[in-house]
């Protein structure tokens, strides 16, 4: 090769080198744009990821609020009653000690009346008019139908005061839960907490049957179990209009414990009972359902490893049928 | 009046009853008791009954409804409401329209008791006693009438 041709060669591939290494450089600076594009697309995805997180977690929150607001008034009717005739009756056993309190003085006196007289005729009038006045005063206060009285109105009034208290251990219990709180749990336990916490608006609405087995104890979070029992048992009497009956039904089945919940209520049109465990779906009105009631018992459910489904007939009634396993998830 | 005065307590809380017999044990009226519509409406046909309390809370009805029923049968009785502050706005409407003489919140003061049935009788007295009255000047008057007639007549 001439020396021409050499330096021509030498150039040409000089030049490519050149091209190469522009391109090599252009591609690592478009590699490195992407990368950082990556890296901050990804970061903002963790940030919706908590975000969404968080507003999951207060709605979860705000639902609960509502069922335990639903119940505030029933609840707080439920405690009126009680209260007001243990505070007449203490009123009333204030009266009848007063009472009392005078007849032990009357007979006091009786025992010592005339005990200053000198004779015997001074003495037995002084102590026979004492004995008149304390015979009377037994007769206007009844003493006999007092003291029989004093029993019960202490009876009624301490039972006033259990009654009380269960209320209040109910509501508690229901609305304290601990999301990691998973312990072996009677379910026929948990139905009659929620019974008793809906107690104050079922009474009004519907005949309650209850038919429970003999169950295992089932391992689970026995505080959002609670709250999935008391949101069927609201649905439940909500879709009964007037008056009509609720029927819970527990069964050991093979692996697993099922639970019904059945209605006379109003019943679930076809056309949207595949919705209704669609998070914000309700027939009610704003300020009657935020709809995720049944999006969270599902949830719920789901978390133990468990199957709900439903069975519904308009005019007739609805069915909700929950298959729990035993063991837990996991098993 | 010489009639007994009786009064007719619908709840259907036991306790509530129990209780409310003894706040009123020293009163001048009866306490009779029932704990649904059927007994009260029973006790209301047997006894010569003049105030009414009801809850408004119940079971089987409510307190308002109740008042109605009681009142197209027994026009004259004298009702008074007794209720948990839950439908407020429900039963003051019911008081503005006069379907009741009286209200009652739960828990109530026995001595506000006391005193609301005592007015509560003499109400039923004094609306007996004017519509008593009312048929004397009536029956005077068409005596009056018929004198003028038969004085007219002679004249």
Redo the contacts between chains.
């Keep these: 090769m001439s020396e021409q041709d050499l330096i021509a060669e030498n150039t040409a591939l000089t030049n490519a080198l050149l091209r190469e290494r522009k391109a090599r450089k252009l591609a690592e600076s478009l590699l490195e744009e992407r990368a950082v594009e990556l890296f901050l697309a990804n970061r903002d995805l963790e940030e919706s990821i908590k975000t969404l997180k968080s507003s999951n977690l207060q709605l979860l929150q705000s639902e609960k609020m509502a069922s335990v607001g639903q119940l505030a ?1 029933g609840v ?2 439920e405690i ?10 203490l ?2 056993l204030r009266d009848y000690i007063e009472d009392v309190r005078q007849v032990i003085d009357a007979q006091g006196f009786a025992v010592k009346a005339g005990g200053e007289c000198q004779d015997v005729e001074q003495y037995s009038e002084v102590n026979a008019k004492a004995i008149a006045n304390l015979e009377a005063l037994l007769e206007k206060v009844d003493l006999d139908f007092l003291m029989l ?1 004093i029993n ?2 202490l009876d ?1 009034s301490i ?2 005061v259990s009654r009380i208290k269960k209320i209040v251990a109910d509501l508690l219990d229901f609305s304290r839960t601990n999301s990691s709180d998973y312990k072996n749990s009677d379910i026929n336990a948990l139905l009659e907490q929620a019974l008793s916490v809906a107690w104050n608006e079922l ?2 609405k519907a005949e309650i049957n209850k038919d429970f087995g003999e169950l295992p104890l089932v391992y689970c979070n026995s505080g959002k179990l609670a709250q999935v029992f008391l949101n069927l048992l609201l649905n439940a009497s909500h879709a009964i209009e007037e008056r009509g009956s609720i029927t819970i039904t527990t069964k050991h089945v093979g692996v697993n414990v099922r639970i019904v919940v059945t209605d006379s209520g109003v019943g679930i049109p076809k056309n949207i009972l595949a919705n209704i465990f669609d998070p914000f779906f309700t027939t009610k009105t704003v300020s009657e359902g935020t709809g995720l009631g049944l999006h969270i018992v599902r949830s719920v459910i789901d978390a133990h490893g468990g199957v709900i489904s439903v069975d519904s007939q308009v005019g007739s009634g609805t069915s909700f049928i929950i298959l729990l396993p035993v063991a837990g998830l996991d098993s | 009046m010489s009639t007994q005065q009786n009064l007719l307590c619908v709840d259907d809380e036991l306790g509530i009853l129990k209780s409310l017999v003894r706040a009123l044990r020293n009163e001048p009226f009866n306490v009779l008791t029932a704990s649904n519509s059927d007994e009260a409406l029973t006790l209301l046909s047997e006894n010569d009954i003049q105030v009414v309390l009801v809850d408004q809370h119940m079971p089987d009805i409510n307190g308002l409804n109740l008042i109605k029923k009681i009142k197209a049968q027994h026009p004259t009785v004298v009702p008074v409401i007794l209720s948990g502050l839950v439908d407020m706005e429900y039963v003051l409407a019911a008081i503005n329209r006069g379907d009741v003489q009286r209200f009652l919140a739960k828990p109530w003061h026995d001595d506000e008791l006391k005193t609301v049935l005592r007015q509560c009788f003499h109400y039923f007295d004094l609306a007996h006693s004017n519509s008593v009255l009312n048929d004397l000047v009536s029956q005077q008057k068409k005596q009056l009438e018929n004198l003028t007639k038969l004085l007219k007549g002679q004249g």
């Design positions: 008034a707080a009717h009126n009653n009680p209260v007001g005739f243990i505070s007449s009756n009123g009333t009285d019960d109105l009624e039972d006033g009474k009004y």
